[in-house]
C-alpha cells in the first residue's frame, strides 16, 4: 500500500506563487498515474491536474490551465504542482492521489488512494 504526505501549502497573496509537492512511499512510485484534486469549504472536491507515470502527459482542469504546472521526480517519488498567479478562488485544501486502472480522469472515485492534504489560501 502507497502513502501520500503533502506539503507546500500555505498563505499568500492574490498574484503569487506555491509549490506543492507529495512524497510516495510503500509502492514503486514510477508506475503510479498521479492527480491533484483540491476542495474548497462547502464545494465538492474537483480534479486539478494529473500526471502519467513516465510524465509524458499531463492534464489540467479549465480553471488552472496556463497558472498550474503539475511535474514529477521519480528519482525522488515526488510530484509538484507549481501554481502561479494564484487566486483568491484557488483557496482549497489540495490532495494528491493515485489514480485507478483507468488512468488518469476527472472523476475523483477513480482515484482510490489519497493523501491528507495541505491548505492553500489565496488572500485578496
Known amino acids: 500500500q502507497v502513502q501520500l504526505v503533502e506539503s507546500g501549502g500555505g498563505l499568500v497573496q492574490a498574484g503569487g506563487s506555491l509549490r506543492l509537492s507529495c512524497v510516495a512511499s510503500?509502492?514503486?512510485?514510477?508506475?503510479?498515474?498521479m492527480g491533484w484534486f483540491r476542495q474548497a469549504p462547502g464545494k465538492e472536491r474537483e480534479f486539478v491536474s494529473g500526471?502519467?507515470?513516465?510524465?509524458?502527459?499531463?492534464y489540467y482542469a479549465d480553471s488552472v490551465k496556463g497558472r498550474f504546472t503539475i511535474s514529477r521526480d521519480n528519482a525522488k517519488d515526488t510530484v509538484y504542482l507549481q501554481m502561479n498567479s494564484l487566486k483568491p478562488e484557488d483557496t482549497a485544501v489540495y490532495y494528491c492521489?493515485?489514480?485507478?486502472?483507468?488512468?488518469?480522469?476527472?472523476?475523483?472515485?477513480?482515484?482510490?488512494?489519497w493523501g491528507q492534504g495541505t491548505q492553500v489560501t489565496v488572500s485578496s
Open positions: 500526471i502519467t507515470w513516465s510524465g509524458s502527459s499531463t
Open positions: 510503500g509502492r514503486t512510485f514510477s508506475r503510479l498515474n
Open positions: 492521489a493515485v489514480a485507478g486502472w483507468m488512468g488518469i480522469t476527472r472523476v475523483r472515485s477513480n482515484y482510490d488512494i
